[in-house]
DNA sequence: CACCAGATTAAACACTCGTTCAATCCGCTC
DNA sequence: GAGCGGATTGAACGAGTGTTTAATCTGGTG
């Protein structure tokens, strides 16, 4: 198979110039985030500013095509790699490739502006770290929770605000290469703490979370309120 | 004392100008982000757009005389809080005092953005929990770290991309008070999950931590490289 | 009072942006 | 081959931006 998604699929005339344009989106949004103008976009695709919005009505859905775009290769990426059983460093290995770099630093530009595809990544992430944890705690190997779903969301919000944060003070590469490079120091400066952390905890006593949990009593109560945020 | 920093100094004709522009340029910007234009800061201050690059050159003049303001504050406000005792919360009391709201939105936009403010902002939160850390580790109330620099930053990160991405994800609250409240629901969400791994864990045995370092027996080993990152 | 420096304003300038429009090009069908 | 529809272009439009400029206002000084 010479192109699944990632690459524009070929068959001449059809969807050429659109999946053209749209990718090239995606990468200039990726390196330059979302602020570029349309002649930036268009010249990349070689192409005119007024056919992007020919094809796509309006900046704004060039912008949500690119979002589904990135949407449907990420779940169809994860799909394979469900297969092959290695899915938490999915976006590691996806970096790896420097075929998928673009699109994790697109989501990595989409999590930074924040709007739909942002909360729906955040979900997805969610739902996946839900479902790790909860294999992990029936095989013993993650401690159990006092109210789960708020350590996922906890737990999801921390990993991907602080790969975006650092991203973004670490300065946005240039190229695909660059950008591999770059995640690969980012897991290497953080695989050690974040193990020690999971693994030993931070704190020697308990003092302070009992201290919390007699003032706070609050059970998990699977409230609305959470489903929703 | 009538102001202390943060409300406008009220000493006539001198600075009562420059710092009503630059107190409603941080207003705003905390609000709107940083790309408002330079009309509606000066109609929030009352004045015209032309006086605003008078007094402080051009538009990024005027940012970085607001990035300053807001470190003066947060210094001031930190030593203040340091004879109190309780300096690990200074976020969330600075929160809690709605005069503070918009400088504590004016840093969380800062870090989403990225730029200068930013690193210096997060430079301080590192050395910052340094201190607290080794006091910790001191006192035996915090477990040591065979990279204690590598796991300051990676806390540091962490925490403060985790609450950036927060509240990029649940909307920019239009007032202070509305602030001030969802940085407590933030609070909220926070600290059980917060303190249960920080107390306990995440992973029952450590078999994938010993396996790492037997993978990367990398020592700390203090290259010049971390200072610099 | 004359004068001057700084504060302040309104208007204009130069530029970029997303979008629109009329015109052209190209391939297909009758 | 005529004609049609979509792809594509280049130019223009209108609304924004930051900045500049000339003019006006104002308060203190000689």
Redesign the interface.
Known sequence: MASAGVAPVDRDGEFATVGRIRDAAIARFARDGFRVGLRTIAADAGVTAGLIVHHFGSKDGLRRACDEQVLAVLRETKAKALTDGSGVTLLAQMAEVERFAPMVQYLLRS????GEL??TL?EHMIADAEEYLSAGEAA????P???RA??T???A??????????F???GAPASADEFSALFRRYLD??????????????????S??DE?LMY?P?PPSGDADNAA?
């Open positions: 999590l930074q502006a924040g942002a909360a955040i013993g190997v993650v401690r929770s006092r109210d708020a350590r969301r906890y737990l919000y921390q990993a991907a605000g602080g790969m975006v944060l650092w973004t003070l670490h400066d953080l695989m050690l703490p974040g193990l020690e952390l999971f693994t030993e905890g931070l704190l020697v006593d308990r302070m979370l919390y706070v609050d945020r």
